[in-house]
């Protein structure tokens, strides 16, 4: 379940994406290039639609009106009017008001929230306010979970700002709006630091303590945030809780706690100790950083793992690094991932004897057939202090590798 609510995150990550570079609805049909069909809008938000009817409808009727669906559909072409017919006609339920506001419109709800506790009253407020562009997006209405401590509450919001009251007999410790973030939204919500370490403390679902995590990563400079992650990047049940926690901790950007990091290292999920690697990056000249990631890149086992600690060892002791590129650009990998690291390093350390160095590796003949469009990448990094490195890329545009000719146009 915890993996399927981390790709659920990703899905959530990549809707967002797409709609900062193009906002559109997820039917539309004004298309610039036959890709245009293939965005976040169409795969990542249509299964995002898909979980939230699935909440809204419940498994039983989720799953009669999805078999419904495929038997009277079986073998013919389909729209979308089609899927919402089959609701309707499994379920009996009218779900225009779902299909307009996630289908047929852009957008997604920005949430700002704050809550009180009122110790006469006994009680606890939310106020939620709608703060989305309401020229470009209309109100949403959904049943949004709001969990007080153990118990979740089911509020349906569909007004520009809600004032909901629960009766509490003593202040909550935990207060967690969309939780488990089964509606993609925008959330602003005002709570101590305290409150979010807790969160990611005692969140119960990943995605609770992934959002404690992502507010936690904004608040630089407090001692006792960067231990709160530290903790959660050793102690988390969930990989993914884990690696989004050292990924907030680098954004702190301490240069305390190296020692720490590379402890953390020590039985963790590969794709953790990846990220930790990357997270090094900030102790530029650290001696004892720079021997641990070069004993990685050395004896590590995992091809990935080698290619970000050698990424790291760049920016960590660049001297160091230029000792391991001979001979990992020797080394063979999966999709060539460790040539393509050693590769990097000749961008990222602008001289002029790199320069000619990457010309020779992206020639025929210079590295693997895999490998040679990451050396053009790196060239791009030229192309300031060498304006002619253009007319390589004009050259490049005739070869036959997809990847270099579409890396030259970049």
């Not at 009996?92 to 920005?110: I, L, R, T």
């Not at 545009?397 to 997809?402: I, P, V």
Request: charged fraction near 30%.
């Amino acid at each position: 379940a915890d993996e399927g609510e981390y790709i659920r995150f990703g899905e959530i990550n990549g809707y967002f994406k797409s709609n900062k570079k193009w906002r559109r609805s997820t039917v539309q049909h004004n298309f610039y290039e036959s890709m245009d069909v293939f965005d976040g809008h169409i795969y990542a938000k249509g299964s995002l639609i898909l979980n939230m009817l699935q909440d809204y409808l419940g498994d039983d009727a989720f799953w009669r009106f999805i078999q419904h669906y495929t038997k009277e559909n079986q073998y013919k072409n389909v729209e979308t009017p089609d899927l919402k017919k089959a609701i309707e006609e499994s379920t009996g339920q009218n779900m225009d008001w779902f299909f307009k506001q996630w289908v047929y419109e852009s957008g997604f709800p920005e949430y700002d929230v704050i809550w009180r506790y009122n110790q006469r009253n006994k009680s606890v407020k939310l106020t939620v306010k709608q703060k989305q562009n309401l020229e470009q997006t209309n109100i949403f209405k959904m049943p949004i979970q709001i969990q007080i401590d153990e118990k979740l509450h089911t509020v349906w919001i569909e007004d520009e700002e809600l004032v909901y009251e629960v009766p509490a007999e003593k202040r909550p410790k935990m207060v967690i709006f969309n939780a488990g973030m089964r509606i993609p939204c925008k959330l602003t919500f005002t709570k101590s630091i305290s409150e979010w370490i807790l969160q990611l403390e005692n969140g119960p679902h990943i995605l609770d303590r992934i959002a404690a995590v992502q507010e936690l990563s904004t608040k630089k400079g407090r001692r006792k945030v960067e231990i709160a992650l530290l903790n959660a990047a050793k102690s988390d049940l969930f990989w993914g809780v884990r690696k989004e926690a050292v990924n907030a901790f680098a954004k702190l950007k301490s240069k305390q706690y190296a020692k720490d990091l590379m402890a953390l290292a020590e039985g963790q999920d590969n794709r953790v100790r990846r990220v930790i690697w990357n997270a090094l990056k900030n102790y530029k000249n650290d001696e004892t950083v720079s021997a641990f990631l070069q004993d990685v890149i050395s004896t590590d086992e995992k091809y990935y793992s080698v290619a970000d600690a050698f990424k790291a060892l760049v920016v960590v002791d660049t001297a160091a690094a230029r000792q391991k590129v001979d001979a990992l650009l020797d080394t063979d990998s999966h999709t060539d991932v460790i040539r393509k690291s050693a590769i990097t390093y000749f961008g990222s350390v602008v001289t002029d004897k790199n320069y000619d160095r990457l010309k020779e590796l992206v020639a025929y003949g210079g590295t693997t057939w895999d490998a040679r469009p990451e050396a053009v990448k790196q060239l791009e990094k030229y192309v300031k202090t060498k304006p002619k490195t253009v007319d390589l890329f004009v050259d490049m545009l005739q070869d036959n590798s997809r990847d270099i000719r579409r890396n030259a146009v970049r």
